[in-house]
């Protein structure tokens, strides 16, 4: 299959990723060298065959509906990025540009 | 002492031969003056390490000494360690210090082991050269114009380099075997699910596991009675009974059923490698093994299946990667869209983006069933593969990775010749086998070859005796690379 840079481009936008149309156009390139490489999975027959998507055929776990983690909140949001040499923490909350008018 | 084992080193330290402070120190002198020429390591925090390296001197001289005591390591910088900057590879984790430690790190210190510091990979473990790291490739110590491999290359080439005891990787693809190999030192990967992924900075959830890595198979089994065991952390860590890894080393190898996959010598396989391993599998037989040729007919379809796979499990966890609660965020932006998209276009290198944007688009409407699903399915038959070669004989042999090291920048451009160095390892991943790599000669160039041994699923003891009475035989495990 062939991608075109419109393809690439619905894809970066959904993986929320910036690109110009230089980076566009280098990784069309690549993208379909990659997928040339993958192409050769769509011959094979598949019929009947249940998907393995784990390694071992477990179940998940189920634990008791109980707190196990102590609120460590100030550590954590320590960490936050800052924007403009200011702290984007207020009040316990993340700060973001605004979204709503 | 650098050429010491983990049960010789713990040995001397619990005899007082040598305090921990003194071969932490030792191993910090060594660091700082060869890094600056191999950037094995992303960090190191002498004072850390020596206070760590003072408790275990006293829990030394009280008697209290467990087996790694005292015992300097080196920490994967995909392991989360509490006050230590945690970074992946990343430019997205710069500035990251962990708040809290991995399950893999908190076992290590429960153990009285010293961190060392942590060691330079590939970007998110994305890599099979180390070149895709945020902070420059590693040198191979055998060949500085050489990579190490990857992911784990920091790792492999700290333990070559004698620049720690021991260290610790992750295999998502091959990313300890493949470095094991290109730098002349043994390394295990586990049974999906028997070392918890708690505090791992995620790549492909049902592929990453943890490993040891170290210069023999009888370190590995000591390093892996410590990583190993269940934590409720982690949703696939898997509930079964204590092993000692280390009670089958000492067992003859007579009646040893050897498989050989005919795919794994096939074209494609340097011709020096291919002689080293083959001569490998003729030291096997005066052993006492016996050989079987046997055939994994699906496992030319791994790469494929797993370049479906992984950058779909990896497209969905760097989504949390989006500049809001840690990490990088772009300077400057309009408004929180343009936010995510420049913090993730700025933090993430090329590798990492081109996997993401495969990723996304597997997972995509309209393409789902075509890709991941039949990726899926592709998955069980090289699994089922396994199942029917095991029945044929105890364990699978072959060559870990299809060259010796690669020079720098050798593959350039081209993501899919560098994804074709992982051609013998991935099958293991997707089946969720345990593998392992040990040194079993030099090909061209005088480069270090991997043989890379393949159990059936908590097959870690058997492979580890075969691989420690393999090293009882030969002696390739303890070369050292020379005028580094």
Known sequence: MSLNNADVRKVARLARLAMSETEIETARSQLSGIFALIAEMQAVDTRGIEPMSHAQDVSQRLREDVVTETNQRELFQSLAPKYKGLSQVEAGLYLVPQVIE | ?484
Not at chain 2, 70 to 99: E, R
Not at chain 2, 146 to 168: D, E, K, N, Q, Y
Not at chain 2, 262 to 276: I, M, N, P, R, T
Not at chain 2, 447 to 459: K, S, T
């Open chain 2, 1 to 484: 002492m650098l050429e010491s084992s983990l049960q010789q080193l713990g040995s001397a330290l619990r005899a007082k031969q040598i305090s921990s402070v003194e071969l932490t120190q030792l191993y910090l002198d060594r660091i700082a003056s060869l890094n600056p020429k191999l950037n094995a390591y992303l960090t190191v925090q002498p004072e850390v390490s020596l206070a760590q390296a003072r408790v275990a001197d006293a829990r030394l001289a009280a008697g209290k000494a467990d087996a790694l005591t005292g015992i300097p390591i080196a920490q994967k910088d995909i392991f989360c360690a509490k006050g230590w900057l945690t970074t992946c590879g990343s430019k997205m984790l710069h500035n990251f210090v962990s708040p809290y430690d991995a399950h893999v790190i908190a076992r290590f210190n429960d153990a009285g082991a010293v961190n060392l510091g942590k060691t330079n990979m590939d970007e998110f473990a994305m890599g099979s050269s180390n070149e895709t790291s945020h902070y420059g490739p590693v040198k191979n110590p055998w060949d500085q114009a050489r990579v190490p491999g990857g992911s784990s290359g920091g790792s492999a080439c700290a333990i070559a380099a004698r620049l720690c005891a021991a260290a610790t990787g992750t295999d998502t693809g091959g990313s300890i075997r493949q470095p094991a190999a290109l730098c002349g030192i043994s390394g295990l990967k586990p049974t999906y699910g028997v070392v918890s992924r708690y505090g791992m900075i995620a790549f492909a959830s049902s592929l990453d596991q943890a490993g040891p890595m170290a210069r023999s198979a009888e370190d590995l089994a000591l390093l892996l009675n410590t990583m190993a065991g269940f934590d409720e952390r982690d949703s696939t860590s898997l509930q079964r009974d204590k092993e000692d890894y280390a009670r089958d080393l000492a067992k003859p190898l007579n009646g040893l059923r050897i498989g050989l996959p005919k795919e794994f010598f096939a074209a494609g396989l340097g011709s020096d490698v291919a002689q080293a391993v083959e001569a490998a599998i003729a030291e096997y037989k005066k052993l006492g093994a016996t050989v079987v040729d046997i055939s994994l007919p699906n496992s030319r379809l791994a790469v494929p299946v797993y370049y479906v796979l992984a950058p779909a499990e990896a497209s969905s966890n760097l989504s949390r990667f989006d500049g809001v609660r840690y990490g990088y965020r772009a300077p400057d932006y309009t408004d929180l869209a343009d936010m995510y998209e420049k913090s993730r276009a700025q933090g993430f290198g090329a590798e990492v983006k081109r996997r993401i944007m495969i990723g996304t688009y597997v997972l995509s409407h309209g393409y789902y069933d075509a890709y991941y699903l039949q990726a899926q399915k592709i998955r069980r038959l090289i699994a089922q593969d396994f199942t029917e070669a095991f029945k044929q004989c105890d364990v699978i042999m072959g060559p870990t990775a299809p060259s010796t090291a690669f020079k720098l920048d050798e593959k350039g451009d081209d993501p899919v010749q560098m994804y074709l160095s992982d051609i013998y390892t991935i099958a293991v991943n997707l089946a969720g086998l345990p593998g392992m790599s040990i040194p079993c000669g030099f090909g061209a160039n005088n480069l270090p070859v991997g043989l890379q041994i393949i159990g059936n699923y908590f097959g870690e003891a058997r492979m580890l005796n075969a691989a420690h009475q393999y090293q009882l035989a030969t002696d390739w495990h303890s070369r050292a690379p020379q005028g580094i």
